[in-house]
């Protein structure tokens, strides 16, 4: 991938990943690398933010007789995705208007 | 890389950084979990792909706002790790730990001695130093007290004044009393905050000299590592 994924950009696409479904850290990972490329290491101070400012929670299921700790997004990071998605679409007619010679149907 | 060693590196990095401990186990929690889920088989892969443990850990302190290469303090312990660390590895039995351990606090006492020395023969340089900065510490807060009374004492005078000039000179005595009340607002505005923000400095100066004293002499760390 040419181009680098900003913070805000990694943060958005985590919360959808985690919106769809609870899930845990190796899943997301695995799921954001379709298309992006991040490590683990790369997602865990993006988990550990989102959690701390309360658009993501965290908790335990059992998992072949060992807690996983699975993230759950909440009302609050609902409200920060939609706004992410309403960004991120204007921000795409944007950038297309230039890239793709978009701009005469604006 | 096994699980355990990249864990391991991880772990005495966050600790040599001082990174709390809720912090600390988050963390070693998450990346145990990212092995134990890539799969057993896969660990060495999963090492590679996560990258240096080392690296992870400075991450991790700097995203908390800490020093990724610890203080001088924990520098030093550097030094005196290793020789830990192999004599761990022999796995020695108790009857030895025991040993180990005693010798241990001996060098901790010896290094105290050592330390204590030391800021005995350099006092010549310290104390004046110290002594002048307490002085300063002082002047400032005589001077902000001084201030305080001065303002208290310019609002009341001039009240009085005022209800003493209302009987005499009316407007005068009016103009007079407004700016005592003024003056014995601002003072009651100020002077309470001001107070709760010196005692709390204060407080804080003597907590950070009591962790100064604590970290030159090691008090509790002992407890801390073991």
């Known amino acids: 991938m040419g181009f680098p994924v900003s913070a805000g950009l990694l943060d958005s696409m985590v919360l959808s990943v985690v919106e769809r479904e609870d899930t845990y850290g190796y899943e997301i990972t695995q799921y954001l690398r379709r298309a992006v490329d991040v490590s683990e290491s790369t997602l865990y101070p993006v988990l550990r933010r989102l959690q701390k400012n309360e658009l993501l929670e965290t908790y335990d299921k059992e998992y072949m007789g060992r807690n996983r700790r699975y993230y759950r997004v909440t009302d609050k990071g609902m409200n920060a995705l939609e706004d992410y998605r309403h960004q991120w679409t204007e921000h795409k007619i944007k950038v297309d208007s230039i890239l793709m010679n978009e701009g005469e149907k604006l | ?226």
């Open chain 2, 1 to 226: 890389m096994s699980r355990l060693e990249f864990l391991m590196n991880m772990r005495s990095c966050l600790d040599k950084g001082g990174l709390p401990k809720n912090e600390m186990d988050e963390a070693l929690r998450y990346y145990e979990e990212i092995f134990l889920d890539a799969g057993p088989e896969k660990e060495d892969e999963t090492a590679a792909g996560l990258g240096d443990p080392e690296d992870i850990a400075r991450e991790i302190l700097i995203e908390n706002g800490l020093h990724p290469d610890g203080t001088p303090e924990f520098q030093m312990e550097d030094v005196k790790n290793p020789a830990q660390g192999s004599q761990n590895d022999q796995q020695y039995d108790k009857r030895y730990n025991y040993n180990y351990s005693e010798n241990n606090g001996q060098k901790q006492r010896n290094d105290n001695l050592l330390k204590l020395v030391l800021i005995l023969v350099t006092s010549p340089i310290w104390i004046p130093c110290a002594a002048a900065l307490l002085g300063i510490m002082v002047a400032v807060a005589a001077v902000i007290f001084a201030l305080f009374v001065a303002l208290a004492a310019i609002g009341f005078g001039l009240t009085v004044g005022g209800i003493a000039g209302l009987f005499s000179v009316p407007p005068i005595g009016i103009c007079l009393l407004g700016c005592g009340l003024i003056g014995l607002g601002l003072f009651g505005l100020i002077a309470v905050p001001m107070l709760k923000i010196c005692f709390r400095a204060a407080a804080s100066i003597i907590n950070g000299i009591v962790t100064v004293i604590r970290k030159i002499f090691r008090i509790g760390e002992a407890k801390a590592n073991g």
